[in-house]
């Protein structure tokens, strides 16, 4: 039934449940397995005396937290016997770079994480497992 499974991933519990997910159903169906992460920029806020100083974190400490998280997923799936095909970390919008690799990829399935930010969060700010959903061309997994 599912030949090209893509699995998103951001390092969150959910996440880590929709890989084990994706491995499961990867090791039934013999498919392939790709894996895509996009690093988000988080920033630190510093207090300096009664004001508030933000630093980003430069592209390398991004970009190595992208590394990090991909290292554990992949040990991850190799943990639940499946070796993912291909591994990408992303430098966009993650729910667009998960759609793209699905179309490159021509997948049939896109297994995904959801955030649990709740109904009134969910309006407001998005949300990646929804965009997903919405706009895929493939049937979509969400793993809470």
Do not use: W
Not at 35 to 62: C, K, M, N, R, W
Not at 66 to 90: F, H, L
């Amino acid at each position: 039934m599912f030949t090209t499974i893509v699995a998103a991933v951001d390092g969150s519990e959910p996440s880590k449940h929709a890989i084990k997910a994706a491995c499961d159903i990867a090791s039934h169906y013999g498919a392939e397995l790709h894996l895509v992460h996009t690093p988000q920029v988080d920033t630190t806020a510093v207090a300096v005396g009664a004001g508030t100083y933000v630093l980003e974190a430069s592209f390398e400490q991004i970009a190595e937290a992208g590394r990090t998280v991909m290292a554990e997923a992949k040990t991850a799936c190799e943990s639940y016997g499946t070796e993912p095909k291909s591994t990408y970390i992303g430098s966009g919008i993650p729910a667009d770079e998960v759609l793209s690799v699905a179309t490159a990829k021509d997948a049939d399935l896109i297994v995904c994480g959801r955030r649990g930010l709740g109904n009134l969060a969910a309006i407001f700010l998005g949300s990646t497992s929804s965009k997903i959903t919405h706009d895929a061309t493939c049937a979509v997994l969400t793993v809470k």
